[in-house]
């Protein structure tokens, strides 16, 4: 693919803080190789406006290689912008033209508070995982990896469950702000498998009352999450994450 | 888990749109099966013993109770997610989503069902209200229930308003008929593309037969 440079303007939500009302801003960056990331892009206008005297946005990144999910900007009208199966990170510049106006703005939902210009609050995620993500292992010496017998394409579609990095775009992307298929992943993946089993029923329940008390909305199946979701975690965890919870209610002895 | 936490949990609260939603596909059924003797030509004979029956057979009286509650649930429900789920995002986009991944009416089944629900209004105020209150106890003398629909599909308007009714109702069902299943838990890849293929069917199938037979009067297709 042919290499060019070229000049944005890039509309940015600032918000100074939680409580501060935010606006968006104008700026434009020039010269931008289309061989960069967007991220790299998010830094060379934080140079320039350090040396300008200005504010740098804040925004959230750590390893840059498209697998911890902290990368969280909404990029003219589509999280993790205009790529498939894409984060933030990974998102070169060769998605954009010359002249380009970018509006990027940070996930919204109330279970995500805007700590500061495009980085939220996500730890409502970690509370849900906390609730019920884990499973019990004895201590001692590690088991043999294949001591236990498990159908393939349970397997599979454990790992592919396991795949959701929670990054919030399928809240993001949402109409009701629902955080069902990520809370679906994260049941699916050891719903799945024998070593999530003794905490199968408590699981589901705990995390869907844990999501339920951090405000997310509730799921409409209308299919947006899946088609955003850098991972391209299935819908039909959704519905497996239903049938979970349905057996766990109705099962229950108290 | 009580069984209050189990159905006010959002997940509850789906199950509960989810069996009301199924409930009411089946009365649907019902009910385009029974309509459909208007189109037995024997004057309406056929067509009038059956509203007769509906209305005087203690039966699908004690039936119909379970049938407004459905409704309301279905209704109640509905606009109690809405609202929360308006209320989990307090600040909107300056640029929305959009269609990727999503259709238009599974992201608008709250008017869409708005729409269905002032049709219904509509409905009940020209057969069902004037029909039941001249069964039995009330009003004395049983109406013609045919003669009625001949007289109100007379008027243009309210064939056109019947028809709109039926399309809002089609797309409602498109995207709630196979939802309804998802919510339900069925997961598998076989079942759920056979139950869409199912769903997109009886939208059409139903929004054609009740659309149908305003239409039937309205152009004298029915003697």
Redesign the interface.
């Known amino acids: 693919m042919e290499h060019y440079n070229m000049n944005l303007n890039l509309?940015v939500w600032r918000q100074k803080n939680t409580k501060s009302k935010g606006e968006?801003k104008m700026y434009r960056v020039e010269n931008i190789s289309s061989e960069m990331s967007f991220l790299e892009m998010f830094d060379v206008l934080n140079e320039q406006l350090i040396h300008e005297g200005e504010e740098p946005v804040a925004f959230d990144h750590d390893c840059r290689e498209g697998i911890c999910g902290m990368c969280s900007m909404?990029i003219?009208?589509?999280p993790h912008g205009p790529w498939q199966a894409n984060t933030t990170c990974q998102l070169h510049m060769r998605a954009f033209k010359d002249g380009d106006t970018i509006?990027v703005?940070p996930w919204?939902?109330?279970?995500f508070p805007v700590i500061k210009d495009l980085v939220v609050d996500r730890t409502s995620f970690d509370r849900i995982i906390q609730a019920g993500g884990y499973i019990s292992v004895n201590t001692g010496n590690a088991v043999d990896g294949n001591a236990l017998p498990i159908n393939k394409d349970k397997a599979d579609a454990s790992f592919a469950a396991a795949m959701c990095i929670g990054c919030g775009a399928c809240v993001a992307?949402c109409?009701?702000?629902?955080a069902m298929l990520f809370l679906s992943a994260k049941v699916s993946h050891l719903a799945l498998l024998p070593q999530g089993e003794p905490e199968r029923h408590s699981r589901v329940?705990n995390m869907?009352?844990q999501?339920?008390k951090e405000?997310?909305?509730?799921?409409?199946?209308?299919?947006?999450?899946?088609?955003?979701c850098p991972k391209e975690i299935s819908?039909?965890?959704?519905?497996?994450?239903?049938?979970?919870?349905?057996?766990?209610?109705?099962t229950?002895e108290? | 888990?009580?069984w209050k936490?189990?159905f006010t949990?959002?997940?509850?609260?789906?199950?509960v749109m989810s069996f009301t939603g199924i409930f009411l596909i089946l009365f649907l059924i019902v009910h385009a099966g029974l309509n459909a003797c208007i189109w037995a030509m024997d004057g309406g004979v056929m067509f009038n013993q059956g509203a007769h029956f509906m209305g005087n057979n203690v039966v699908p009286r004690i039936l119909e109770i379970g049938l407004f509650a459905g409704f309301i649930l279905h209704i109640v429900q509905a606009y109690m997610?809405t609202i929360?789920?308006r209320?989990?995002?307090?600040?909107?986009?300056?640029?929305?989503?959009?269609n990727?991944?999503?259709?238009w009416y599974?992201?608008s089944?709250a008017l869409l069902g708005t729409i269905v629900l002032l049709f219904l209004i509509i409905h009940l105020s020209h057969f069902w209200f004037p029909n039941r209150s001249h069964q039995g106890f009330l009003l004395g003398e049983e109406i013609n229930l045919f003669d009625t629909m001949k007289e109100v599909f007379s008027n243009l308007w309210v064939v056109i308003v019947y028809v709109l009714g039926c399309i809002s109702l089609g797309y409602h069902l498109a995207?709630g008929f196979?939802?309804a299943f998802?919510?339900?838990?069925?997961?598998n890849?076989r079942y759920?593309a056979m139950l869409s293929g199912i769903g997109y069917t009886f939208s059409i199938v139903i929004m054609l037969a009740f659309a149908m037979m305003p239409i039937s009067f309205y152009c004298g297709w029915v003697s």
């Open positions: 509309k968006f909404y003219n009208g589509k509006v703005e919204r939902a109330n279970a992307a109409k009701n702000s629902s329940i869907v009352a999501m339920d405000g997310f909305g509730s799921c409409t199946n209308t299919g947006a999450c899946e088609a955003t819908i039909s965890n959704i519905a497996r994450l239903n049938q979970e919870y349905l057996v766990a209610s109705l229950a108290k | 888990m009580t936490q189990m949990s959002s997940v509850g609260k789906k199950l997610l929360q789920n209320k989990a995002r307090s600040v909107g986009y300056a640029v929305s989503y959009g990727a991944g999503s259709k599974s992201r089944m995207h196979q939802s998802k919510t339900i838990g069925v997961h890849k759920h």
